[in-house]
């Protein structure tokens, strides 16, 4: 039975990298009908929203999708399509494979790493008090009424960091069962617990407790400062790496770093009631429409789709073929070239050209 995936081909070089990636999801054989709906800078000039309702219904009828980069144009007014899709689907876990594969330069060819970042609490829940404002004001002396030691200096802007026993357990559990569910050894918390002993700290007591549920599955702790001190110096002793949201966004660029930059960086933004795949990296207005950027890692977020669709064979099969053309190193956009002004360098088109031939070939 074929699968019904909603495809946001997105603004920017989105649309030419969903194009390349739905011919190679679809040269593998498995049958997916595309419901394509708009999202973005484009539809926000005709029709006065970033996220039309139906884009929304498409994606809560079919529960998975993939999507391409989408602008935020700064000081628009608009808000991030990707933060009103994973408030409205409540996609609280982002999942995010760093492996560098032969034939890229990097200095860590070792890295295979999975970064699991909580998606909805910490300091990104957006609830942040302007300096010298009201609320500013009433917050700073309610603070200091509940404990004379809690004084925050005047002029002060406020951001809060929640972190909630049900936000941390459910995602440590995402974390086990990607795990499980791909053959990883192990799981590595990060957190600042000796500092935040109520956020960070609590993060790591569920994360503890969570772990007894997961006998077959190693788990250890890392404080975050020395995580990217040791990820930089040993990747290889790293598997699936689970962090609350601000320390999951960071390390999940310093990962995208580690393996030949965010070309090569897929992902996927998982819930209870949807899912929805698209790269780490943005729009890049600069390339759009010149079928010039790496569509590697929205391919890889493919990948990742057709796994969540547990269609494995065929996931194991287009990221082999994207590794092969990756090692050979001949039809690959400029990203994977030794000098980024590498006259053999492909475009975004011929590099899916090349995936599709190797799948032939394979
Ligand atoms: P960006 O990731 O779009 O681009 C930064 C640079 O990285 C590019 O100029 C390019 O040199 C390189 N790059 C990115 N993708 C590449 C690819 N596939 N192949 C080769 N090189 C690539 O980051 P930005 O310029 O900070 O953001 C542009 C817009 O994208 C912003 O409006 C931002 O809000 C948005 N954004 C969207 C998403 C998303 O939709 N998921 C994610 C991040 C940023």
Redesign the pocket.
Known sequence: MAHTVTLIP?D?TGPE?VEATRRVLEATGVGLEWDEHPAGEDVYREEGTPFPERTLESIKRNRVGIKG?????VGSGFR?V?VLLRKELDLYSCIRPCKAYEGVRTRFPETDIVIVRENTEDLYAGIEFEKDSAAAEDLRRFLEELDATARIREHSGISIKPISVYGSERIVRSAFDYARANGRRKVTAAHKANIMKFSDGLFLEVAREVAKDYDDVEFEDRIIDNLCNQLVSRPEEYDVIVLPNLYGDIVSDLGAGMIG???LAPGGNIGTEAAMF??T??????YKGLNR??PT?LMLSGVLMLRHLDEREAADRLEAAIAEVIRKGERV?Y?LKPSRDDPTAVGTSEFADAVIEQFGAA
């Not at 980069?69 to 144009?73: D, L, M, S």
């Not at 990296?281 to 600069?286: Q, T």
């Open positions: 997105g920017g990298l980069p989408t602008t935020t144009p991030s990707n930059g965010l070309g698209e790269a990296h943005g729009s890049a207005p600069k950027v790496n890692a956009t990203d």
